[in-house]
């Protein structure tokens, strides 16, 4: 019996630890993808609003390929992110839940961090699409419009696994001493700002 409890005590042990590693590897992948994105995505949105700039100083010509690289390069961000995202907070069998039930008031916080800057960086691509449509040509519009469609198109997929590692991240502490009224806060705020760009820009 006494060897039984030892082998129980270290099998706990052993499994702390790896608990623990899946949660923080979760957690800094959803904080990395987040980061990237917002890097690759503040030069592609500077080069757009340039490049839209130009237009009004009649060079259209020019600035067809600037839009549609940059507005490319926003929509592949976007499905990096989301890839990353939805690999490293799922488990072979798609659960998310399981590993999260010991997180700590840091590991939430962390968690609450990244969803508001992923609000952030959905505002400014909502804002730059907005741009593209109301201040080109017709031409222009026509020529990035399967661009335009891709970044439309990769938006919600972006947001689906970040809210629901949120989520379960947000269920798994509620019942606990744990702080998660800012983490419920902008999990909310994420879905409304998913309403207005699809009610804005028509997702």
Request: net charge positive; glycine share 8%; proline share 2%.
């Amino acid at each position: 019996m006494k060897f039984l409890n030892i082998l129980s005590l270290v099998s706990f042990a052993s499994a702390a630890p790896a608990l623990q590693a899946r949660q923080n590897t979760a957690i800094g992948t959803v904080k990395n993808a987040v980061a990237t994105l917002d890097s690759a995505t503040k030069g592609n949105i500077q080069a757009i609003q340039g490049a839209v700039a130009e237009v009004k100083n009649n060079v259209e010509a020019q600035v067809e390929v600037v839009l549609k690289t940059n507005i490319q390069g926003i929509a592949d961000a976007l499905k990096k992110a989301t890839d990353d995202i939805t690999k490293g907070t799922t488990g072979a069998g798609g659960a998310i839940g399981g590993d999260l039930k010991d997180l700590t008031q840091a590991q939430i916080n962390e968690v609450r961090d990244a969803i508001a800057a992923a609000q952030r960086i959905l505002r400014d691509i909502g804002a730059t699409v907005r741009l593209t449509a109301t201040d080109l040509t017709p031409a222009l519009k026509s020529a990035i419009k399967s661009e335009v469609d891709a970044v439309k198109a990769a938006i919600q997929p972006f947001v689906t696994p970040l809210t629901t590692f949120g989520e379960a991240a947000r269920a798994a502490r509620a019942s606990l001493a744990i702080g998660i009224t800012g983490l419920s806060t902008v999990i909310a705020e994420l879905g409304g700002i998913l309403s207005r760009l699809i009610a804005s820009i028509g997702l």
